[in-house]
């Protein structure tokens, strides 16, 4: 009898270690399920298609209980932009004598000398921004403000027997004179030209981004953006006509004190289009990487644009011989109009915009990982098509002809003739530069 109670006791005791072992091994097991579903809801994801597919590691700053980042960039840019063109010298070279009429004198023989254009130098601007990193999904919302300005002068000064041809004034007033059926063509001169031009440039970008690792040391921020710029560019031009005896006095000269003409430009430029690019960065290690970015826009605009021309008289003088000009001013006391004037112009246009970037990044971790810095330093580009929509006021044309002219009889004959072309320079604008960043997370 104590033997069966040995052997049931045992078989008992038995069960109960077995039970008992299942017991943990089954905890253990859904110990071992729950850590293994945690690891895999860092890991995957399911879209909305109810597809599941792997999720890629967060590459953003990753601070400690704060969200909230900002940047400020320092710029040091260069403009470029076309259709700033104001002038034309002419050498010597290019001169031929005109003996029949007035020996003294030379006319221009064939369209050759150097063009004269502004040219910007380096000058600072400024970028500041705050984002916020918001809790679903690791993206981001990042809005930035860019300024910056630029300024450009130049001039010119010729004497006799080389000249300017000027090409933004609005009076291009020539004489085609006949004289015995010999055609001679003397359009207006000058002998000093100046142009001063000056941007301004303001741009806002908000932006919506999620950075994240495609391999173990590549990470892409992809962002789509609304992106608004305002862009003012104005030119101011005048042209000086000394009384020297210079070419620019051969048949023409102004009617005024100072023989001056002087043309106002404005162009001004408000756009507003999505934005889309890809920032990328490959990490070197010990909180060091290389970024390049992208980024692209197409931009709906309007524009406004202006002229002003303060253009004086012109009257029959300079280098003619006293004869001559005493018969022109018996027969016609004449004084030509300048044709001054105040156009303004609104239009829409669209505007293509590229950026892109390229350069180094540093970044470090404080304040038991609760702020992060990040420092960068690159090369920058942006690059405006058409956005120079200045009045190109050169294709303007006021004439006088004066045909049949027969000095011994006096038998002159006179037909005024004008054409007016407005059209716009529509030219590109691009900075480039260097740029530095500081971005601080808290």
């Not at 956005?387 to 004959?413: C, D, P, R, W, Y």
């Not at 716009?424 to 601080?440: C, K, P, Q």
Request: glycine share 6%.
């Amino acid at each position: 009898m104590k033997a069966h109670f040995s052997k049931l006791a045992i078989g008992l005791g038995a069960a109960s270690m077995f039970l008992t072992g299942s017991a943990f091994a089954f905890r253990d097991i859904d110990d071992r399920l729950d850590a293994l579903e945690k690891g895999m809801q860092e890991i995957a994801t399911r879209n909305p298609q109810g597809t599941l597919g792997a999720k890629f590691a967060n590459a953003r700053p990753d601070t400690n209980g704060t969200r909230w980042f900002m940047t400020m960039d320092v710029l040091y840019w260069h403009p470029k932009m076309g259709g700033t063109e104001f002038a034309i010298a002419y050498t010597p070279s290019d001169f031929v004598s005109l003996p029949p009429l007035i020996p003294e004198a030379a006319i221009n023989h064939r369209p050759k000398g150097k063009m004269k254009e502004n040219d910007f130098s380096w000058d600072l601007g400024l970028k500041v921004g705050l984002g916020y990193k918001t809790p679903h999904d690791q993206w981001d919302v990042f809005a930035r403000y860019t300024w910056f300005d630029s300024h450009s002068s130049n001039s010119m000064h010729k004497d006799y027997p080389s000249t300017i041809i000027p090409l933004k004034v609005n009076f291009s007033n020539s004489l085609n004179l006949f004289f015995n059926s010999q055609a001679l063509d003397i359009q207006f001169y000058a002998n000093h030209a100046k142009s001063t031009v000056d941007i301004s440039y303001n741009n806002i970008d908000l932006e919506l981004a999620r950075s994240y690792f495609i391999s173990k040391n590549f990470s892409v921020r992809p962002h789509i953006d609304i992106k608004g710029a305002l862009l003012d560019i104005s030119q101011k031009i005048s042209y000086l006509q000394d009384r020297n005896p210079d070419f620019s006095g051969l048949i023409l000269e102004f009617d005024a004190v100072v023989p001056e003409a002087k043309v106002d430009l404005s162009s001004q430029m408000a756009g507003l289009g999505p934005r889309m690019g890809l920032d990328t960065k490959y990490h070197l290690g010990n909180g060091f990487n290389i970024f390049a970015d992208v980024a692209g826009s197409i931009l709906y605009s309007r524009f406004k644009t202006s002229q002003k021309d303060r253009i004086p008289n012109t009257k029959f003088g300079g280098l003619l011989p006293d004869s001559i000009l005493d018969i022109f001013n018996e027969v016609f006391d004449l004084i030509l109009s300048a044709p001054s004037r105040s156009l303004k112009h609104k239009f829409h246009r669209f505007i293509p915009f590229a950026q892109m970037s390229l350069g180094l990044e540093w970044n470090t971790y404080f304040n038991k990982n609760k702020n992060h810095l990040g420092l960068k330093l690159g090369y920058e580009v942006q690059y405006y098509w058409r956005a120079n929509q200045l009045e190109n006021t050169g294709n303007a044309l006021s004439n006088t002809t004066i045909t049949n002219v027969n000095l011994e009889n006096v038998s002159i004959s006179i037909a005024p003739r004008s054409r007016q072309d407005n059209t716009h320079v529509s030219n590109d604008l691009m900075f480039y530069g260097i740029t530095g960043e500081a971005r601080l997370d808290f």
